[in-house]
Every structure is written in structure tokens, then in C-alpha cells.
């Protein structure tokens, strides 16, 4: 059996893992930005505890995704949770690190104009400081998302959800009937799933660029 | 401390005693300060650079909390208000402008008026209006972002934007200090228009004394460590500089600067009369500065001028009398 026909025969079961892996990566992606936009915007006048975050969320990206998932099975068992949480920690560092340059070149004659003309802190933040950074923010985010389709395979090690699923099974049984197909297929799934994304990023950038981000 | 005299009914803003030091350092930025700026009036602070000046103009509108000391502004203490809610109702320009490059020209000057509430279609009107003060065509440019504009052109924005919400009082750090030389003079003549129209209070911080002739009202000169040496007329500062510290700062020029200070009227009275028609003369008016009137002389090759006096009728004065009147500091006292 070749490997279009094995596609085609199980597209339905394909498109629904593809969905998954779609989902499963927006989903930790959202939860790793607010973190790490938010983490950036706390520490903004602490720059001791910035750089300590940023080697911190640093280093947990160099622990091997197999290994961090397997860690996270004592700590919240097999499926969705752990996947979720440990591509979090893992979507956290790009998008903490983009932040945090986006924020600092943001013109500060910007914002003491903005401070001299009675903006409080909290609309400072809104009008002028995330506008201004968010170019840099989305790259961030959009470097992470990449990041995550391809790790978001690996969640399969916990019975988490997605296209990692195929690959795995297909590895297991290597030889077996269709096994390299299957194996093959997932891998395709994880590319086109980052190529899409990747492209709607590009479009999100261009749009809001485009619009002037104006809160 | 001083001894806190009340200040003066037109006093606009009062800054008595006002102290600021940075913890960790022993010597004060600013120590014991005390200033009346008069309601309407345009004052300069000028000085070496760490003199404190700019840190001065700051603790105006509060962006550096004064450690010591009380403001008050039209009468009311702000020592102590909320610093946002104080600096909506002071205008403010810096020299780097800081125009937020995502908003519209029309959405930059509208920004305190947004704070403040005012209904779009209002701010829109209102920011239209300020273009057409500062000079900029509002239909040319109220829609373009401010990169689209010359540095020129985007501090004309950023007096727009400071005159928003109407303030009493204007705040201008350097503010022509970042547009070419030629682009300067031209903004701090409109300027100088402009106030004619506005009445604004304004204090103005610059290192440039020329600047500071031209355009303030009084002038106040700081020495190092904040000391006021001399905060009077132009004229004054010219004529009779407080110390040495002044006489070096104005610098060597200050008779010849004087010129375009001093009215006619001003030396008539202490120049003696000269019998009208000993020589060519040119006719000149009484308000015209010494400068104008010997341009005219030197340009037409003319011995004198001829002024009409009110009750006395015409008087004559040669070049040499002019020149003489014009360079006594003392008597020009008015």
C-alpha cells in the first residue's frame, strides 16, 4: 500500500489527529504568552529579576522534551494536562525573551512624553508600551508556535493528543503492515500544521501592522 | 527653609523652598529654591548643564518628587496631588518630542483630550483647530503618522499636542533644541507669535543663551547646584548682570545684544538733545529697538535719527549720542 492511498483511506482519522494538534498547540501557546507577556510587563523596572526569569525559562528549554515529559507523568499522570503543561514551559522562553526586547526598545521619549502629559502607568502600558513592542511580541510568539507544532509530536510519549500518535505507533511497529506509512504520514501532518500557522502568523503581523495597533 | 512669603495675587506659579536629592548622593540636585512665576509671563531657566535646571522644570509638573519644599500653581498647593491628574492640566514638550509613532497626527495632540473624556467628533475638531494654530494644514496632515513629518514639523505637533486641553501653564524642556539651526529660528519666531496670542505661562529650560534672550520674558540663570544668580528682565541681565558668574555666562556680546533689547524711547531720555537738522537724518519710530534704527542709519549713510516725541515734537540724535545713551547700563533703568 503506498502512501496516498493510505492517506486518503484514512483522511477522516487524520484531519481529526490534525485538529487535535492544532488545538493542543494554540491552547499551550495562548497560556505560555499571557505568562510570558505578563511576566515581561511585571518586571519591567526590575531588571535583576528579569535577567534571573530569562536564564531560568532559559534552561528548561534545554531539558529534552522526551525527558520533561516523562517528568511531568508522576506529577499529573498520561494525556492532555501534562502535553499542555510541558509545552508551556517550553513556549514560555521565546516568547518571555521577545517581550522583554520588544518592551525595552520601545522609545522611551515615547513614554516620558506620555508620562508628562498625565497617561497613568496602567494606560502607558496599553496605549503606548504594548503597542509599540508588539511587533517584536508576535515574533516571539509566532517562533514559539513553530517551535511547539514539532515538540506537541513528542507529547505522544504521555498518551497526549495529536499527530505524534501516528508517528510513534507507526516507529512501534516498524515492518508491520503500513507501519512506515503511518509513521510517515504523521511527520507530514506535523510539517503542513507549521507551515499553516506559520503563514497565519505572517498574516496577523501584517494586518496589525497595517491597522496601527490602537487601543 | 524660607521664610515663606505670601506669594503675589498674579503669581502663577510658586516654588518655595523645593529641594531634591537623590538618595545615595550627598550633594542636592536642587536646594532651597524659591521662584514666583507671574501669570502670562515667559520664563527661561538657563545654566550650565547640571546646574539642575531641567530637574527644576520636572518638579513643576511633578515628574521628579521633590524631597523638600511646596509648589503651588494658580494658588493651589500641588505638592502632594495626584501627579497624573496634575499633568493633564500642564502642557508639556520635551526636545525629543516623543510623539507615539502608531497614532495619527490628529490622534497624537488628541491624547490628553481622549483622557480626559471628550467626545470623539470634539477631539477630532479640536485637534484640526491646534494645526491650523501651530501651522500645519490640518487636511495635509492631520491623517499622516509622524514619521511622515520633518523635525520641524513634528514639534509643531508637539506644541499642538501640549496645548490640547487648553492648560494656563506650558512646560517646555529644550524644546528647539533637536531641529537644524535655521529650522529653529523660524519656530521660535512663531512661537514667540503664538504666545502673543495665547498668554500661556510658560517655562522654558535651555542651555542656549541667544534662545534665551530672544524669547523669555525674565530669564533665570542657574549656577551650579541650583543657585539662582539672577532671574530678571533680559534687558536687566544685559545691562546689570548680578555677579560674575552671570557677566561670564551671557558671555562677551552683551552690549551689542543689548541693542536689539533697548528701544529708541528708552535712551531718549538720558541723551542729551542735539539741535534738530545738524545733519541727514533718518526718521524712526520710538518703539523701534536700537538695533533697527542704526541699521537704517549705517544702510542709508545718514549722520542721526529724527524721533517724533509726543509733547516736544521731533528730536535728533547723531550716531555718536545714540551709541553713548545705548551703552550706559545703569541709566536705561525704566
Not at chain 1, 496589525?208 to 495597533?213: C, F, I, K, M
Not at chain 2, 519644599?69 to 505638592?79: E, F, M, P, S, Y
Not at chain 2, 512663531?190 to 530672544?214: C, G, N, P, S, W
Request: aromatic share 4%.
Amino acid at each position: 500500500m503506498n502512501l496516498l492511498s493510505y492517506m486518503s483511506e484514512n483522511a477522516a482519522y487524520l484531519w481529526f489527529l490534525t485538529r487535535q494538534h492544532i488545538e493542543l498547540v494554540l491552547l499551550s501557546v495562548l497560556i505560555a504568552s499571557v505568562v510570558g507577556v505578563g511576566l515581561a510587563v511585571l518586571t519591567q523596572t526590575l531588571p535583576g529579576l528579569r535577567r534571573a526569569l530569562l536564564s531560568v525559562t532559559g534552561s528548561l528549554l534545554t531539558i529534552p522534551s522526551f525527558a520533561l515529559f516523562a517528568l511531568a507523568i508522576p506529577v499529573m499522570g498520561l494525556g492532555v494536562a501534562p502535553t499542555i503543561a510541558a509545552l508551556t514551559v517550553y513556549g514560555i522562553f521565546p516568547i518571555l525573551r521577545n517581550a522583554v526586547t520588544g518592551i525595552e526598545e520601545v522609545d522611551p521619549a515615547a513614554v516620558e512624553a506620555a508620562r508628562g502629559l498625565g497617561m497613568s502607568s496602567g494606560r502607558r502600558l496599553r496605549t503606548v508600551i504594548l503597542p509599540l513592542a508588539w511587533p517584536v511580541i508576535l515574533n516571539g510568539i509566532r517562533t514559539a508556535t513553530i517551535m511547539l507544532v514539532a515538540t506537541a509530536a513528542i507529547g505522544a510519549v504521555v498518551r497526549g493528543p495529536g499527530l505524534g500518535q501516528l508517528i510513534f505507533q507507526g516507529l512501534d511497529r516498524l515492518g508491520g503492515a503500513n507501519a512506515l506509512e503511518e509513521a510517515l504520514s504523521g511527520v507530514i501532518g506535523v510539517v503542513c500544521v507549521a507551515l499553516v500557522l506559520d503563514l497565519l502568523f505572517i498574516a496577523v503581523a501584517k494586518i496589525t501592522a497595517l491597522r496601527g495597533w490602537n487601543v | 527653609m524660607s521664610d515663606r512669603p505670601t506669594p503675589s495675587p498674579d503669581a502663577m506659579i510658586v516654588l518655595d523652598g523645593v529641594s531634591k536629592r537623590y538618595p545615595g548622593q550627598d550633594k542636592a540636585v536642587v536646594s532651597d529654591l524659591s521662584m514666583e512665576i507671574r501669570r502670562g509671563e515667559f520664563v527661561v531657566l538657563v545654566g550650565p548643564s547640571g546646574c539642575g535646571k531641567t530637574t527644576t522644570l520636572r518638579m513643576i509638573n511633578r515628574l521628579v518628587e521633590p524631597t523638600a519644599g511646596r509648589i503651588l500653581i494658580d494658588g493651589r498647593d500641588v505638592t502632594h496631588v495626584d501627579g497624573d491628574e496634575l499633568r493633564r492640566g500642564i502642557g508639556y514638550v520635551i526636545q525629543q518630542i516623543g510623539l507615539l509613532p502608531h497614532l495619527t497626527i490628529a490622534d497624537n495632540i488628541a491624547l490628553v483630550p481622549k483622557m480626559l473624556g471628550v467626545a470623539k467628533s470634539e477631539r477630532r475638531a479640536r485637534a484640526l483647530e491646534l494645526l491650523e494654530l501651530v501651522g500645519l494644514d490640518p487636511a495635509l496632515h492631520a491623517d499622516r503618522h509622524p514619521r511622515q513629518l520633518s523635525g520641524g514639523q513634528q514639534q509643531r505637533v508637539g506644541v499642538a499636542r501640549a496645548l490640547a486641553s487648553d492648560p494656563p501653564v506650558m512646560l517646555m524642556d529644550e524644546p528647539f533644541g533637536a531641529v537644524d539651526p535655521i529650522a529653529r529660528e523660524k519656530l521660535q519666531t512663531e512661537f514667540l507669535r503664538l504666545q502673543e496670542r495665547i498668554r500661556k505661562t510658560i517655562v522654558m529650560v535651555t542651555h542656549d543663551m541667544d534662545e534665551a534672550l530672544r524669547l523669555g520674558d525674565r530669564i533665570a540663570i542657574f549656577d551650579s547646584g541650583s543657585r539662582l544668580a539672577q532671574f530678571d528682565t533680559p534687558l536687566e541681565i544685559l545691562s546689570n548682570p548680578a555677579d560674575d558668574f552671570v557677566r561670564d555666562f551671557v558671555g562677551s556680546g552683551a552690549p551689542v545684544r543689548r541693542l536689539s533689547l533697548l528701544t529708541v524711547a528708552d535712551v531718549l531720555g538720558t541723551a542729551p538733545s542735539t539741535a534738530a537738522g545738524a545733519g541727514r537724518a533718518i526718521e524712526v519710530d520710538p518703539g523701534d529697538s536700537v538695533h533697527t534704527a542704526l541699521e537704517q542709519v549705517l544702510a542709508a549713510g545718514a549722520e542721526g535719527i529724527e524721533v517724533a516725541v509726543p509733547e516736544e515734537g521731533s528730536r535728533f540724535l547723531d550716531l555718536g549720542t545714540l551709541l553713548t545713551a545705548a551703552s550706559q547700563p545703569a541709566k536705561v533703568l525704566t
